[in-house]
């Protein structure tokens, strides 16, 4: 009788090393300008070798796109759980994202006129952000959409919590208190 054989394992350590690889990528993409981060920077961080990450993902620009593909799925599985009309939920949902993804968003935000190919990505996590906006607070129309989007914006937990230096409890209970009058 034959047995057959799988490549589970082999498969598990695979996906391992490429999420090691996509976190220590977006962990430096959060630090430095994308054009200061080699390959060997990212295969160093991710404790594997230079010819693993071109073997993974071909070059540095798959491997940002990916990297950025997956945060934006993890923030919309997040956001996803967030109840139609449920203030706190939403207010608490973007914190979670703003305080995992904030600094490396802001920083790809200020590369966006220097990265081109960083456009389209970007520009996916913004409609993103605008559809999650619509669905978990129906806006009237479309100024209060913007409105909605604009306090919910990375900008907003930006400006409170590293310009202004606020406490994430305060900070969201000044973007709880915006939203409030938004939604009345």
Known sequence: MTRTYRMTARAEAADRTRR???SA???L???????EVSLEDIAERAGVAVRTV?????NRANLVEEAIDVANAQVAS???QTPPGDVAAAVEAIFDDYERWGDPLLMLLAQEQRQPELKSRLDAGRADHRHWVERVFSPRDEEHSAQLVAVTDVYVWKL????????PA????????MIERLVV
């Open 170 to 177: 305060r900070a969201k209970r000044a973007v709880h208190g």
């Open 54 to 58: 071109i073997r993974r993902f071909g």
């Open 20 to 22: 090691r690889i996509l």
């Open 160 to 167: 409170l919590r590293r310009d202004m230096k606020l406490s």
């Open 78 to 80: 997040v956001r996803d």
């Open 25 to 27: 990528a977006a962990e």
């Open 29 to 35: 993409a959060g630090e430095r300008f994308l054009d």
